[in-house]
């Protein structure tokens, strides 16, 4: 079924499904990737509906196995994983790496340490665009425009 020329699945992909596919009503966000028709009460699942529901039902399992079971991408679940939305088991053999320093991490982009360490590097960058405040009190007679580090105008 197409609605404004795009197709159900595609309206689901983007989160922006909001037309029941049975009976044409208004489709409410219920939670964690649920949607249901306010007319007819028909029950829809975007991807992480799907991967969420998949999981709750049999247990942790590969990226692909999820895929072939639920038609969710393995690109899909992997940003998933990027996005902290679902997470790899501790006792996994196999885990992402952290995009800076390549060490195995459960969910997200980065390792914990990576984290802090972007984090001092974030604080120190505002640090230094916030400016000096004068060391004197401003001077009417004596405020003039100058180059940083050159001589007075």
Known sequence: MTILGK?????????????CE??????????????QCTVCDH???DDFGKVKAYLEEN??????????????SPETIN???KDGRVEIPEDSEY??????????IRYGRFCPGCVAE???GMNAMFRMDAG??????????????HFMDKRRI
């Open 7 to 19: 197709s159900v699945e595609d309206m689901l992909k983007e989160r922006k499904f909001s037309i």
């Open 22 to 35: 049975r009976c044409g009503g208004k489709v409410q966000y219920l939670d964690s990737g649920r949607y």
């Open 43 to 45: 029950m829809v699942m």
């Open 59 to 72: 247990g942790p399992a590969a990226a692909p196995v999820i895929a072939a079971a639920t038609g969710v």
């Open 79 to 81: 940003q998933m994983l």
């Open 95 to 104: 885990y992402v790496q952290c995009e800076k320093c390549g060490c195995n």
């Open 118 to 120: 972007l984090a001092r």
């Open 132 to 145: 000096a405040k004068p060391k004197k009190e401003f001077n009417q007679d004596k405020g003039k425009l």
